[in-house]
C-alpha cells in the first residue's frame, strides 16, 4: 500500500548531541507533512509540521526542512535529551485533508 | 483538559469475534480519526468521522466500521476477527478538519486467538 518510507530505521546519539531523522515522501501531490514522536505505551503526539509552500519550519528544540526537489523530510532536534528517545513517524498528507500517510518510524536512542 | 480517552485498553478476543472499541476525544474536538498500529504494516489510516459522517476511508476491508455520536464520541467494529487484526487500534481527535494536528489516545491493544 502507499507509504513513506524512512531512509535510517534506527538512531543512536549521545546526549547533547543534535540529532536528524530522513524521511523520504513519493507522493508528489503531497503539500502537508508532519512529524510525530511515539514514546512507549503512548500514542503519537505531534511534534510539527509545514507546508510545501515553506522550506524550513522551527520549533522548540526542533527543526522540520523539507526538500520537494527530491521528496525529502528531515526532522532536527537540538541538543537531544533521554526525554527525545521514542519512534518518530514522518506523516503526508494533502490540504483538502483527506487521509494521511505515515512512514515505518524511526526509532531514536538517547546515549546518557 | 482531559485527553483522548479509548476504552477497553486491552481486549483478547477469539477468531470469528466480532469488537467494539471506544474512543472520547477531547472536549471541543469534532474529527475523529482511527488508525492501526502493527509492526509490520506500521500506523495505517483506517476512517475519519467528522459531524458524524464519515468522510475519508483507507484500504481496509468492509469487516472494520465505524460511527460517530452527536457528541463527537466515536465506535469502531471488526466483525468476524482474523489472526492479523491484532494490534493496537488508535484514535486522534482533532479540532475540525482543517488541521493534521491530531491528539492520540493510548490506544486498545487487540489481540485475537
Known amino acids: 500500500g502507499e507509504s513513506v518510507g524512512l531512509h535510517l530505521p534506527t538512531l543512536s546519539v549521545q546526549e547533547g548531541d543534535n540529532s536528524i531523522i530522513n524521511c523520504a515522501y513519493s507522493?508528489?501531490?503531497?503539500?502537508?507533512f508532519i512529524w510525530y514522536k511515539q514514546e512507549s505505551g503512548k500514542g503519537p503526539q505531534f511534534i510539527i509540521d509545514i507546508r510545501s509552500n515553506m522550506d524550513k519550519r522551527q520549533g522548540q528544540r526542533v527543526t522540520v526542512l523539507l526538500n520537494k526537489t527530491v521528496k525529502h523530510l528531515s526532522l532536527q532536534i537540538a541538543a537531544t535529551q533521554p526525554g527525545d528517545s521514542a519512534v518518530y513517524f514522518c506523516a503526508e498528507g494533502t490540504t483538502s485533508y483527506d487521509k494521511v500517510i505515515f512512514g515505518p518510524g524511526t526509532s531514536l536512542s538517547v546515549i546518557p | 483538559k482531559a485527553g483522548v480517552t479509548q476504552t477497553p485498553r486491552y481486549l483478547i478476543k477469539t477468531r470469528g469475534q466480532q469488537v467494539t472499541l471506544s474512543c472520547s476525544p477531547i472536549?471541543?474536538?469534532?474529527?475523529v480519526s482511527w488508525y492501526q498500529q502493527t509492526p509490520g504494516q506500521g500506523l495505517q489510516f483506517l476512517f475519519e468521522y467528522f459531524s458524524e459522517t464519515q468522510r475519508n476511508k483507507g484500504n481496509f476491508p468492509g469487516r472494520f466500521s465505524g460511527r460517530q455520536f452527536s457528541n463527537s464520541r466515536s465506535e469502531m467494529n471488526v466483525s468476524t476477527l482474523e489472526l492479523g487484526d491484532s494490534a493496537l487500534y488508535l484514535c486522534?481527535?482533532?479540532?475540525?478538519?482543517?488541521?493534521?494536528?491530531?491528539?492520540f489516545g493510548p490506544g486498545t491493544r487487540l489481540t485475537v486467538t
Open positions: 486522534a481527535s482533532s479540532l475540525d478538519r482543517v488541521s493534521y494536528e491530531q491528539y
Open positions: 507522493n508528489s501531490a503531497s503539500d502537508y
Open positions: 472536549s471541543g474536538h469534532r474529527s
